[in-house]
């Protein structure tokens, strides 16, 4: 069974930055595409980022010019750079892998909260 842990979330301020972090185990990581996600209760998780296993990136119109995604396949580890964050990104950010076949795990979730 795959595993992603998220770390990184927290309380930020206005304007501040975030680097989310997440291991993967128990996969062939260098074949999966995974994403950043994030969800406020009473909403749809929605996508943030992704980056494919040919390191070909996407990201939701909400964070493009403030985010940023990158993999490191020796280390098993997906990372969201965030910067000049606004209230609206509020939000548990989970971690997405998706195998070649299709089939998609998750990880826990960490929270972020943008707020003075």
């Known amino acids: 069974q795959v595993q992603l842990v998220e770390s990184g979330g927290g309380l930020v301020q206005p304007g501040g930055s975030l680097r989310l972090s997440c291991a993967a185990s128990?996969?062939?990581?260098?074949?999966?595409?995974m994403g950043w996600y994030r969800q406020v209760p009473g909403r749809q998780r929605e996508l943030v980022a992704i980056?494919?296993?040919?390191?070909?990136?996407n990201y939701a119109n909400s964070v493009k010019g403030r985010a940023t995604i990158s993999r490191d396949n020796a280390k098993n580890t997906v990372s969201l750079q965030m910067d000049n964050l606004n209230p609206e990104d509020t939000a548990v950010y989970y971690c997405?892998?998706?195998?070649?076949?299709?089939?998609?795990?998750w990880g826990q979730g960490t929270p972020v909260i943008v707020s003075s």
């Open positions: 997405n892998s998706r195998s070649p076949l299709g089939r998609d795990h």
């Open positions: 980056i494919n296993k040919d390191g070909s990136t």
């Open positions: 128990r996969l062939t990581f260098s074949r999966y595409d």
